[in-house]
């Protein structure tokens, strides 16, 4: 049964519920996965394929008739509705689309910031236990609209080496340039590193197990990743007016993802609280993937008692959570005091599923209480910003004597040298 606390009797450390220790095993693993990949490339990725999903792979691209057969294969109400999602996510992630700005002066200065998207994106999308096409269309559309030319995708295939028909559906409705039957550690280390078959990427994005994150980590310096993301989270802050059955299933949805999941209630209703505890157990006895979701619930799973909505909020802020749904009689009213949370569900006819399909916000979010200081991914994961200055010979004199003045407080000469020298008679060059 999920744990009730009450607020007061829980230490600060028992609110968080994470455990951030390192796994030496899973971390030697992915080096050695990494170490294989640099030095033997495709023929790596092949042994890792039939080692770690079964699969002997002739070719490790994704075919055009491949593409046409899964297609054909999935339903078509289906595909409506990945078109539908895709038309959400689209419009939302264009009103993110950064712009640059020009400032000029009256003394001939022009200065400047330009945004360039990055030339190769690399995309993951997990496979395993469950397929996701949605994560194909929150990852790969957000690339297409900053402007990407190259979006690469990476996915483990079956242990018939091929992928599943929804992914490739999703990936075709997305824009995928080019699609690979990779998945794992040794994906990120392809993407990263390059190999005969995939080219190597500027940035690397997408969710998966504890081996996909730790290799992202790695590779961090030589790529850009969009996050090293953890299991998924969700907190509801409800109260006493929501239907106990309705938060049940919110907690669940996310229960099932993961046995690491946490699924945490915030409540100042002790009814409402006592309602859910019976609700998840009855809930759970039906659920497919039940043993994953008692897992998650025994293991992670918190109903945490405030005495009122403001010390709900408080944590919330505390725990800063990966989903957080505000099922409150006027959600807006708290909206404002939320600082830290990923993605925020406002009101109570707004389950986080929401959000993971169809809405139109990115459901690739921080976690881990990583959402104090990062954000959902988005149009601006795949922009590089840069600034420009334009100085006029004369504009340039005006400043000489500051910008060489400032050089010499820190002592490097050359940095003055190299403005004062276009103003000495022994200078010469071109104005």
Known sequence: ??????????????????????????????????????ARGDDALRDYALRFDGAKLDALEVTPA??????????????????????????????????????????????????????????YVPGGTAAYPSTVLMDVIPARVAGVPEILMTTPPGPDGRVAPAILAAASVAGVTHIYKAGGAQAIAALAYGTRTIPAVDKIVGPGNVYVAAAKRRVFGQVGIDMVAGPSEILVLADGGCDPAWVAADLLSQAEHDRLASPVLVTDSEALARAVQTQVEQQLAVLPRAAIARASIEANGKIILCDNLDQGVEVCNTIAPEHLELCVADPFALLGRIRNAGSIFLGRHVPEALGDYFAGPNHTLPTGGTARFSSPLGVEDFVKRSSFI?????????????????????GLA??????????????????
């Open 1 to 38: 049964m999920i744990r009730l606390y009450r607020l007061q009797d829980l230490a600060p450390g028992q609110i968080l519920n994470r455990d951030p220790a390192a796994q030496p095993e899973v971390e030697a693993a992915v080096d050695a996965i990494i170490a294989q990949v640099r």
């Open 66 to 123: 491949e593409m046409e057969q899964a297609l054909e294969q999935v339903d078509p109400a289906f595909l409506e509705i990945l078109r539908q999602a895709a038309a959400n996510i689209e419009a939302f992630h264009r009103r993110q689309l950064p712009q640059g700005f020009v400032i000029t002066r009256e003394d001939g200065v022009v200065l400047g910031q330009k945004y360039t998207p990055v030339a190769r994106a690399g995309v």
């Open 390 to 410: 334009y100085y006029t010979p004369d504009a340039l004199a005006a400043a000489k004597d500051q910008v060489a003045g400032f050089a010499m407080q820190e």
């Open 414 to 431: 050359a940095h003055a040298r190299s403005v004062t020298i276009r103003f000495a008679e022994e200078g010469g060059g071109a104005q």
